[in-house]
């Protein structure tokens, strides 16, 4: 959920306000961010899978992301940055609500966990000229007006041969009935109004807009609640729940890899 001001319309400030109101909830995982935390085991397989095989690491290692610059783009409470710093990585949090932020620093500093957390947006950092080698944005796309114009700006944050991770809903009548009808209304997963239907990113549009922003085409797979297990598993059905990773080309335009450079993009909170 992040903007540029002038300029495309990527921020929803009704969504802002929204996430923001329910900052203090983040890391309770019986409260109304349960979901993701269920959601989480799956969501971080895929995450260290992709990055791992992208960028050559060995899969054995306990920190196979260490020295690898990561920016979690809405990153809410801190869900995944904290599990990406344990595996290694240097992460920068970004999320438009300072509560959010705040909620973020408040867990992560008990833990020792070296996250670099900012109130802002990825077109405040993309303007400092700023790139990392990994952008993660995770169910943050299904809230956001100008979907095209915000993976573009995401895409920008990604130095030449990194890679881009999204998570987001399919628009299906199945996501319809399970996204909205199930987990809002029958189910109570969720606060009801959290999604919008016609905000719902098909992969034939993430793949277009991937590519519009100059990366590669992404590989795809969905998340699947399992009745058997009642645990959310990586699988092919895309109906859905589904998470893409795109690189881009070692011959892309940019800025520079992150480095030292982190650390001034991020003293601001």
């Not at 519009?212 to 797979?221: D, M, Q, S, V």
Request: one cysteine or more.
């Amino acid at each position: 959920m992040s903007s540029a001001s002038p300029g495309p319309d990527t921020v929803d400030a009704g969504e802002i306000d929204r996430f923001a109101r329910l900052a203090g909830q983040w890391w309770d995982p019986n409260g109304e961010f349960r979901p993701l935390h269920e959601l989480a085991p799956a969501r971080l397989a895929f995450l260290r899978t992709q990055l791992v095989r992208h960028f050559g690491r060995p899969e054995r290692e306990p920190r196979p992301l260490s020295g690898l610059t990561l920016i979690d783009i809405g990153c809410g409470g801190g869900l995944i940055c904290e599990p990406l710093a344990r595996l290694g990585a240097r992460v920068t949090g970004i999320d438009p609500a300072r509560e959010n932020i705040a909620a973020a620093v408040r867990h992560a500093g008990p833990q020792g966990l070296d996250i670099a957390y900012r109130a802002c947006r990825a077109e405040d950092v993309l303007r400092e000229n700023a790139r990392f080698d990994a952008v993660v944005c995770l169910e943050v796309v299904e809230h956001v007006p100008d979907q095209q114009a915000f993976i573009a700006a995401c895409a920008a944050l990604v130095r030449p041969g990194g890679l881009f991770i999204v998570s987001t809903i399919n628009r299906t009548l199945k996501a319809y009935a399970l996204a909205i009808i199930g987990a809002e209304y029958v189910l109570r997963w969720l606060p009801a109004g959290t999604h919008q239907w016609d905000r719902f990113v098909t992969p034939e549009e993430i793949t277009r807009y991937c590519v519009a922003a100059g990366l590669e085409r992404p590989a795809f797979e969905g998340l699947i609640y399992s009745l058997a297990s009642g645990r959310w598993v990586l699988g092919p059905d895309l109906g859905v729940n589904y998470m893409a990773a795109a690189g881009k080309p070692r011959s892309a335009t940019g800025g520079p890899a992150m480095g030292s450079e982190r650390r001034r993009v991020c003293n601001e909170s």
